[in-house]
């Protein structure tokens, strides 16, 4: 590969359900769609993330008696925030957005697909242990650097660019190509973890 050719780009998540009028509306979260689109005709190389939770997820607050949205509950792997309904396999909702461009993207990888377990991170479910395969396909097709754009920023964004740095990836973030839930002060708390891990920020007419 060129060194252009080694670069790949991670749209995370761009799906109905976390766009205004979806289950766990992002934010502006349609306002990334333009954006990315104008990015996936810059890079050779596009890969596409897709939230596929079955029904009754554990990660749903419908699942847990006397938890509301946005509560928390204490799973094997750690404390997990729990979540309205959302991204349910084959409903509307975990569709990408219909103005969203996947057709040059080279591959999908689906997660939150195990019942028992959620997955924020494009690599690894969120016992940062189990992979999604993902890391396993970039090595062997000799990618060594990801550039990440999607939603949300302080949660799958953030965990996906985490586990690439953790991974070995030279990992970069475009800001204006992502928005964030921002939980209780958790959008400034990613931010600050990633910039602590070495992942770049820019923006997209810098990418």
Partial sequence: MTSQDAEILIIVDVQNDFCPGGALAVPEGDAVVPLINQLSMRFDHRVLTQDWHPAGHSSFASSHTGKAPF???EMPYGTQVLWPDHCVQGN?????????VVDRSE?????GFRLSIDSYSAFFENDRTTPTGLAGYLKERGFDRVVLAGLATDFCVAYSALDARRLGFATTVITDACRAIDLNGSLAAAMAEMTAAGVAFVTADAA
């Fill in 107 to 111: 591959l999908v990888i689906r997660k």
């Fill in 92 to 100: 509307p909702g975990a569709a990408f957005h219909p103005d969203l």
């Fill in 71 to 73: 509560e928390t509950a």
